[in-house]
């Protein structure tokens, strides 16, 4: 297509003073034509947020991948897992190989929990505990922890 309208530029003679907005106007496409070819083969799908009045280098990328890393010895050592990792459970098995020098580390697929979130279960078998956040105006925040039963004066209340 390119190709194709640079070659009607040159057959026209768009390239004199009396056609100059219409060359203006193809080469125009041409510029749109190689910037989607660059975001085509060239470009990646991932979400860059930056908050008000912030700075930030660090992209999200939309593509799924698992790392995993380990220190021993003072020497770091990693692997990354760059297949699919989707939502049906029999197209997620693998198994990621993290070589430690003399030894090795397999982690396995067990299961895959869909919408997951965090729940809390109460422990009957441990004293009850509460923990305030205390702050006052232009000072450091203080932690509070108080275990059943306990009364603390702080600061006159």
Do not use: W
Request: charged fraction near 20%; aromatic fraction near 10%.
């Amino acid at each position: 297509l390119g190709i194709n309208l640079l070659c009607g530029m040159f057959r026209y003679k768009m390239f004199g003073l009396k056609k100059l907005p219409l060359m203006i106007f193809h080469i125009s496409f041409l510029f749109i034509l190689v910037g989607s070819a660059m975001t085509r083969y060239a470009g990646f799908e991932g979400i860059l947020p930056i908050r008000e009045h912030t700075q930030n280098s660090l992209i999200e990328s939309s593509k799924t991948s698992l790392r995993i890393s380990a220190i021993k010895d003072g020497e770091r050592y990693s692997a990354v897992n760059d297949r699919y990792i989707g939502n049906l459970p029999f197209a997620n098995s693998f198994k990621l190989k993290l070589n430690l020098g003399d030894d090795q580390a397999v982690l396995k697929y067990k299961d895959l929990i869909l919408n997951a979130h965090y729940t809390y279960k109460e422990n009957n078998n441990s004293d009850p505990l509460l923990v305030l956040m205390l702050s006052q105006k232009g000072s450091q925040g203080v932690d509070v922890k108080f275990e059943k039963g306990e009364v603390k004066n702080i600061e006159g209340v």
